[in-house]
T-cell receptor, first 111, second 113 residues
């Protein structure tokens, strides 16, 4: 199963951009890159996903390296409500039922 | 819009007891999943289902059983509860494509004492 590697924790100031990195050097050509976040005492919630091209939505942007071995989740203006654990996972197009969450990155946002 | 509903929210079991964690979704999703999350850790896949009558093991299936008799419901059964099963359990569902997002329930916090 394709694995991802993320820093254990990161810190940001409120109203500043945050770049959360994820390494996935063993990614296959059919893996989609997904990001989820988990607020304290809640279930994970979807943030964004992509395959090859950079993606934007109302929550965040996803920048995918040209070789697809890494990606970066970008929160353009961090708020206190963005403090959460962010998970980067891979879902294979043909075997997407078995996918695993790693330990994620705990983001702390300072006022 | 209910989404994914889990019951109960909290439960305390004694060692050796059994219980069923309920999960239901109203989005007509074929794919459903059970995860457990130990304190300070990421989520681990217990079982998943690709449709009514079809289930398969995930990463940590021992001590658990599942069934899927309807599209909506995916209960998780704990037989002979052990302290190692103390965890928060999350149910999730999705459409049947890799580029579709997962919808999670709010979780069941289980303590086995």
């Amino acid at each position: 199963d394709a694995k991802t590697t993320q820093p254990n924790s990161m810190e940001s100031n409120e109203e500043e951009p945050v770049h959360l990195p994820c390494n996935h050097s063993t990614i296959s050509g059919t893996d989609y890159i997904h990001w989820y976040r988990q607020l304290p005492s809640q279930g994970p919630e979807y943030v964004i996903h992509g395959l090859t091209s950079n993606v934007n939505n109302r929550m965040a942007s996803l920048a995918i390296a040209e070789d697809r071995k890494s990606s970066t989740l970008i929160l353009h203006r961090a708020t206190l409500r963005d403090a959460a654990v962010y998970y980067c996972i891979l879902r294979d197009k043909y075997n997407f039922n078995k996918f695993y969450f790693g330990s994620g990155t705990k983001l702390n946002v300072k006022p | 819009n209910a989404g994914v509903t889990q019951t109960p929210k909290f439960r305390i079991l004694k060692i050796g007891q059994s219980m069923t964690l309920q999960c239901t979704q109203d989005m007509n999703h074929n794919y459903m999943y059970w995860y457990r999350q130990d304190p300070g850790m990421g989520l681990k896949l217990i079982y998943y289902s690709v449709g009514a009558g079809i289930t398969d093991k995930g990463e940590v299936p021992n001590g658990y059983n599942v069934s899927r008799s309807t599209t909506e419901d995916f209960p998780l059964r704990l037989e002979l509860a052990a302290p190692s099963q103390t965890s928060v359990y999350f149910c999730a569902s999705s459409y049947d494509r890799a580029n579709e997002k997962l919808f999670f329930g709010s979780g069941t916090q289980l303590s086995v004492l």
